[in-house]
């Protein structure tokens, strides 16, 4: 009912309510009891002329669309029928019905299959890119969003509701969920085109959200890798070897790094070690990668990468180092000493800031040990497990089970986001945000192997499906999200999604830098270069590489984007410029891998190791970057740190540190002033657990 009208307020008396602002666009209020709200034009604003008890819900009607912009005249949105507007009228229908809370939940089933399985799986979009993976079957994780709901006709304050499974929710699915969910869950007869920062949004009509996540059978290495390795000439093999060792010489971890640095040397001293027992090794396949003691005698090399893999590693567990980790008893976590005395060190690792990134590489590494060296598990289990329940802990999911240890539910992970965000306590405009999902994807998978070692026991696959299950979240969202291919391409290619979800024109650099809440950008936090963006997303390589990214996008990526800057690449880069370059041309590949200046190349990488492991991938050729190859192909994350004069030693980061510094240090130190910590070091809270 209309109360009253002048040339600014129109007053209105009812339950549903229809608006128009200045620019054209509509919105729908509704409202469980009768209430009466003035729209003031000159104020922009919406306003009830009394107090009210009850709930009010607003849905904006989105003006069409006109490929993947919004429609607009001047700036007046272009309008469309609302009374022949289907998608209006179930807005109205399912008005009354809204959520309240969700429980999440996962379980795991074992699925025998067959190449063709997921393929024909019609919840499924996924790209199945090593079939020999798939023939002895897979393990599948489901995932339920389960919506508590209400409904506008009940008691506010009681928790009961009258809704009915016939009125079940209306929501709203991001790209990645559309993928999954079950297509009877879609709702067909809907012609409003909602969009977000994600992409287009699929309405949904259930009270309950499940979906399937195919996990991972690669270990270390996949079997067809392993085998591939084997058919390497003794020659061959012999030459990877000597430089190796070499490198084990003069590449190693030095304990006055910070937790991030040390954690890319100790995984590169890993990933020598676990290349040593390979090839040293002449076992099956199978054994290889069993997870159990074979009683395996390694030979000299192994053992000695081995010991010197151990004493770094446990002198870091047991704080030897100088920036040791503590134990945050107030937000539940680890944290760097460093860190904790200064917000800006250790590229906020005090703040919670890249934690995931800073982790996964001593999971990684820790793993590899366990493997090499069952009594490290014994002996440092408990030590390794503080780190994997920073960042991947599978308890504590409602924040309030003080039975376990005190850290929170996956930290990182948004579970309907899909994916991560590196962000910690740092406040920002824009929201959370992810730069490299690469780095974030090498934290699961360092997780997940970690598990595997650890928790092989009866009882135990559980944990480990769980790591395998972040591990698919992050790769689905990473492909999802990160890699994009215009729309021309993605007809029989390998994207994830069969939309684009950006503008034509960003999509064109074809991956994004930085994904925020709140936008989506095509830099990075410490440069713009298209070199940036699209290798801060490569790095680390290892063997889960080939599932995060497919030999289509890779040839298109290449050829596009880096294969005209390819000759130009700083050293420091450059490992994983060819390490992109083997997908395509692996002869090619493997030529400059000889060119690299060891001396010149970041602390993860080593010449012997790059050398090594593109000679391995050839053996595959064309058909799948091998993960052995491409484990140590290429140099981490780097950043060439200038003051005066350019250092050729990269810090991975400084300048992406720097480049927030300013924004951070008035907010953080404002806020760290009324934060006092009480700190335990991590080897006595590891005691503990």
């Keep these: 009912m209309i109360a009253q009208t002048n040339a600014f307020q129109v007053t209105l008396h009812g339950v549903q309510f229809l608006f128009q602002t200045q620019e054209n666009l509509t919105w729908l209020i509704f409202a469980s009891d009768p209430i009466t709200l003035t729209l003031d034009r000159s104020k922009r604003s919406i306003q009830s002329d009394e107090k009210f008890t009850g709930i009010i819900r607003f849905a904006l009607l989105p003006p069409p669309l006109e490929g993947n912009s919004i429609s607009k005249i001047g700036n007046q949105y272009k309008s469309f029928s609302l009374s022949e507007s289907i998608g209006v009228k179930r807005l109205i229908y399912h008005a009354h019905s809204y959520p309240v809370g969700a429980d999440i939940t996962w379980s795991f089933k074992d699925v025998p299959t067959s190449p063709s399985y997921q393929l024909l799986n019609k919840n499924h979009k996924d790209v199945v890119n090593n079939f020999e993976d798939l023939v002895e079957g897979v393990t599948v994780g489901t995932i339920n969003f389960e919506y508590q709901i209400k409904s506008m006709h009940d008691d506010i304050h009681s928790r009961s509701s009258t809704t009915t499974q016939d009125e079940s929710l209306l929501m709203l ?198 493997r090499l060296n069952s009594t490290f598990v014994d002996e440092y289990g408990t030590h390794v497990d503080s780190i994997l329940y920073d960042v991947a802990h599978g308890g504590n999911s409602n924040s309030d089970d003080r039975g376990e240890a005190f850290f929170p539910f996956t930290r990182h992970k948004s579970w309907f986001d899909g994916h991560s965000f590196a962000s910690g306590l740092f406040p920002f405009a824009d929201g959370k945000s992810q730069e490299s999902t690469s780095e974030a994807v090498n934290c699961y998978y360092g997780a997940y192997l970690w598990s595997s070692i650890r928790w092989n026991i009866s009882g135990g696959q559980d944990r480990i499906n769980f790591a395998k299950l972040l591990l698919a979240m992050e790769i689905r969202g990473a492909k999802t999200y990160w890699h994009m291919l215009p729309k021309v391409d993605i007809d029989g290619m390998d994207s994830i999604h069969s939309v684009p979800l950006y503008n034509d024109e960003f999509e064109e650099g074809l991956m994004v830098g930085n994904l925020g809440m709140m936008d989506v950008t095509a830099t990075t936090w410490f440069g713009t270069k298209e070199l940036y963006v699209h290798m801060i997303n490569f790095m680390p390589v290892t063997a889960i590489t080939k599932e995060l990214f497919g030999i289509d996008y890779v040839s298109k990526e290449f050829y596009e984007i880096i294969s005209p800057i390819y000759d130009q690449v700083p050293m420091p880069w450059r490992g994983y410029t060819v390490a992109d370059k083997a997908f395509v041309d692996p002869n090619g590949a493997w030529n400059d891998a000889t060119k690299l200046r060891s001396f010149e190349l970041d602390s993860a990488l080593s010449k012997s190791q790059a050398t090594k492991q593109q000679h391995m991938h050839f053996v595959r050729i064309i058909k799948i970057a091998s993960p052995m190859v491409l484990q140590d192909c290429a140099a981490q994350r780097v950043m060439i740190h200038t003051h005066k004069q350019q250092s050729t030693a990269p810090v991975k980061r400084r300048r992406e540190e720097e480049s927030r510094r300013s924004y951070l240090q008035p907010r953080a130190k404002a806020v760290a002033g009324n934060r006092k910590r009480q700190v335990a070091s991590s080897t006595q809270y590891a005691k503990q657990l």
């Excluded at 699929?202 to 399937?212: K, L, Q």
């Excluded at 392993?226 to 058919?231: F, G, K, L």
């Design 173 to 370: 699915a991001l790209p990645h969920h559309a993928q999954v969910l079950p297509s009877n869950s879609i709702l067909k007869d809907f012609d409003l085109q909602y969009q977000c920062i994600k992409g287009p949004m699929t309405p949904i009509i259930d009270n309950t959200w499940s979906y399937d996540e195919h996990l991972t059978n690669t270990k270390f290495d996949s079997d067809q890798d392993v085998r591939n390795i084997q058919r390497l000439d003794t020659q061959t093999k012999q030459f990877i070897l000597d430089q190796v060792e070499l490198d084990l010489g003069r590449v190693l971890p030095t304990l006055t790094e910070n937790v991030y640095g040390f954690g890319k040397q100790v995984a590169r001293l890993a990933q020598l070690c676990r290349i040593a027992s390979v090839l040293e090794t002449p076992l099956s396949p199978r054994e290889h990668d069993s997870d159990e003691d074979d009683g395996t005698v390694y030979k000299a090399l192994t053992l000695k990468g081995t010991r010197l893999l151990h004493s770094y590693l446990t002198n870091f567990l047991d704080g030897v180092n100088s920036d040791n980790l503590v134990y945050d008893i107030n937000f539940g976590g680890l944290i760097s000493r460093n860190g904790l005395s200064d917000m800006s060190e250790d590229f906020g690792n005090g703040w919670y800031n890249d934690h995931l990134f800073h982790y996964g590489y001593v999971l990684y590494a820790s793993a590899i040990l366990g």
